[in-house]
């Protein structure tokens, strides 16, 4: 049948059928470096009763046209609210110190927080360290090649893979930069709901703790 690709796209569309995306893979942690790994104070035990008590992070990939796109965020586990992220073309530590950044300059959490990451070089390394301990943040790292130590983090970059970035062809960076600002600060934080919350979104949640 001679169709243009307009017509099956518009078809498509009307029967809410989205192209399968082939996944293209990326490394993303380097554990083979010198500097000394934390210990898993967390041990797979994502409970948190308060806000500031466990921030988790890690770093993802996003595909463009222009090339890859390297996503650092950090998620609190009370409310699972992504309160920290940073976006570059490379994944370098300063882009994991960016986000580590954000989130205490957003969050300001007291003395005691536990980070918990994997045993990438990023999180390994001694600047990233000192921005941790100047702010008085535990540091807590997962075994050699154990996704479940992080899965929380695992399961954010998931949602946000299966939602928005499977399903778009970014042309340039700057492109999904403002895709995956747009899906964090205003879908996931604000409108999105999970089931661990009730079923309420992130920040919802989180009023409803300060009121509780």
């Known amino acids: 049948i001679k169709c243009g690709k307009n017509r099956v796209a518009k078809l498509m569309r009307e029967n809410n059928i989205a192209a399968k995306t082939k996944r293209k893979f990326k490394a993303t942690t380097n554990s083979k470096h010198s500097y000394p790994v934390a210990p898993n104070i967390l041990n797979q035990d994502f409970t948190a009763t308060k806000p500031n008590q466990i921030w988790v992070a890690d770093i993802t ?50 003395r005691g927080l536990i980070h918990h990451s994997d045993r990438g070089v990023q999180y390994a390394s001694n600047e990233y360290k000192n921005v941790l301990k100047n702010n008085g943040i535990t540091q807590s790292m997962s075994r050699r090649g154990n996704c479940y130590d992080n899965a929380c983090m695992e399961s954010f970059f998931g949602t946000l893979k299966t939602e928005l970035i499977y ?37 919802d949640f989180e009023k409803l703790s300060k009121t509780a």
Request: contains cysteine.
């Open 61 to 110: 990939y996003i595909p463009t046209d222009e090339g890859w796109l390297y996503l650092a965020a950090i998620v609190d586990l009370f409310q699972r609210k992504v309160v920290g992220w940073a976006m570059d073309s490379t994944m370098t530590k300063q882009l994991c110190i960016d986000a580590l950044k954000q989130a205490i300059g957003r969050s300001k959490p007291a």
């Open 167 to 203: 399903l778009t062809r970014f042309k340039t960076r700057a492109e999904a930069q403002l895709a995956i600002f747009e899906y964090i600060e205003a879908f996931y934080n604000r409108i999105r709901l999970h089931s661990k919350l009730g079923y309420r979104s992130p920040v």
